[in-house]
């Protein structure tokens, strides 16, 4: 079913209009656990399809190449303003295309090819942007992984120190993609300063904690910060960059031109409309509920015989561990399983897993799509033992079947911004 900012659609191309309804249809009948994934409100929706779309501003406010760009500064102008008071950032910058892309240009401000970067390991938590093999990261520098301590599952900073002064990184990166754990800005800060090292904090996925206080911030300390606006921070897909103002030129210089072309200028509007969202007060009060859903869910979790990485979860994420309620079934056949039911996540590894990163002994679960939808944490509960019932089902499909109806009763009580 088309919505109105799509229906017109309908008449002039059918045949796409046809594949955004069921993709709505598919949003609003399925339950979204993925933690990195969010649903915008009808105003970022409507800003990203905006007619912004059809210009081109290649440099920055008051700077560009182009004539015409008197909106295109305002607008721009006003996303800046937003994120960094939403931060208390010196500098800002909106033009990144995507979180690794401002990550992209962060590397090439702080370091030379084949300069050495200490990043999380990505068997661990860490994103493919922080030196995946096959990655530009990988591939350009030389990337010497830390990882999580066996025992606690949690970044060790003694080891992190140990390493850093070890192999002298000219950059430190603080961030994660599958870590549910606080992490401790200001301890790498000390460290990046002890070894001399530039340090880049990666929030892409906190960023609506960090934004609202209720995860510590880098700003203060790291050199760099850099985020997606399309995860906790609930915008429309892109990157961004903070900084302190000695760096904004360095920072301003490797994004355009130096990695990038013409910004896209209809998700800068659209990221102007979610930060302003972000400096309401109701942002606050959605982020805790967030985290409120999930810790009921990681405790439901808990109380059906699933073990939590780490033990538990400071965030919105949190990764399950299939093997003490079911050894035999890997992260991989669960997210199949899940998904037969309508209930959407991702197999992840868990740190030291012994399973292929193609098959995982866990899943990542998160909280932020759905409290969205205003599920609260009598759901998560209800969630959890949907979940439950899914992954226990073994072949029996129809068991599923019975829990995908389930599922859409769920939904429609909590209907997705439309
Ligand atoms: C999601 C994520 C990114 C990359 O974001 P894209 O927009 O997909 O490029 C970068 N870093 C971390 C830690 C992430 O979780």
């Known amino acids: ?98 979180g690794a892309q401002a990550n992209v240009a962060v590397y090439m401000a702080a370091l030379k090819p084949g300069d050495t970067v200490l990043s999380l390991d990505l068997a661990h938590g860490g994103h493919l942007s922080h030196g995946l093999k096959v990655n530009f990261s990988g591939a350009m520098y030389n990337i010497v992984p830390y990882g999580v301590e066996r025992e606690t599952e949690q970044c060790d900073m003694a080891e992190v120190r140990r390493l850093a002064l070890e192999h002298k990184p000219r950059l430190i990166i603080a961030g994660a993609s599958a870590y549910p754990r ?94 302003g969202e972000a400096l309401r007060p109701e942002f606050k009060v959605y982020q805790q509920q967030i985290l409120d859903n999930a810790q009921a869910l990681a405790a439901a979790l808990r109380s059906y015989g699933y073990r939590l990485v780490s033990g538990g979860t400071d965030t919105h994420l949190m990764l399950v561990d299939l093997r003490d309620v079911h050894p035999d079934l890997t992260g991989k056949q669960a997210e199949a399983w899940l998904e037969a039911a309508d209930i959407i996540v991702n197999k992840n590894m868990i740190p030291f897993d012994e399973r292929k990163p193609t098959q995982t002994s866990g899943l990542r679960l998160g909280s932020p799509a759905l409290t969205t939808r205003g599920l609260k944490e009598a759901e998560m509960a209800t969630v959890a033992g949907l979940i439950h019932t899914a992954l226990s089902a073994g072949d029996d499909d129809s068991q599923r079947e019975r829990i995908r109806t389930q599922v859409h009763e769920l939904c429609a009580q909590f209907p997705v911004p439309h």
């Open 1 to 98: 079913m088309l919505n109105d900012l799509t229906r017109p659609l309908a008449e002039t191309d059918p045949e796409v209009a046809e594949i955004i309804g069921r993709e709505e249809d598919r949003q609003q009948n399925t339950l979204e656990l993925i933690a990195s994934e969010n649903h915008v409100s009808v105003a970022v929706r409507a800003a990203t399809g905006s007619v912004f779309t059809n210009k081109y501003a290649e440099g920055f406010p008051g700077r560009r190449y182009y004539g015409g760009c008197v909106n295109m500064d305002a607008v721009e102008d006003l996303a800046c303003e937003r994120a960094k008071r939403l931060f208390g950032a010196e500098h800002a910058n909106v033009q990144p295309h995507s």
């Open 182 to 275: 606080t992490l401790d800005f200001a301890a790498f800060a000390e460290i990046a300063k002890e070894c001399e090292a530039r340090l880049m904090a990666d929030i892409a996925h906190i960023a609506g904690m960090v934004a609202v206080g209720l995860h510590p911030s880098p700003i203060p300390c790291a050199d760099f910060t850099t985020t997606t606006t399309h995860k906790t921070l609930r915008g429309p897909r892109g990157g961004m960059i903070l900084c302190r103002a000695e760096d904004a030129k360095l920072v301003d210089k490797w994004v355009f031109p130096g990695t990038q072309g013409g910004p896209l200028m209809h998700a800068i509007t659209a990221k102007a409309v979610a930060l």
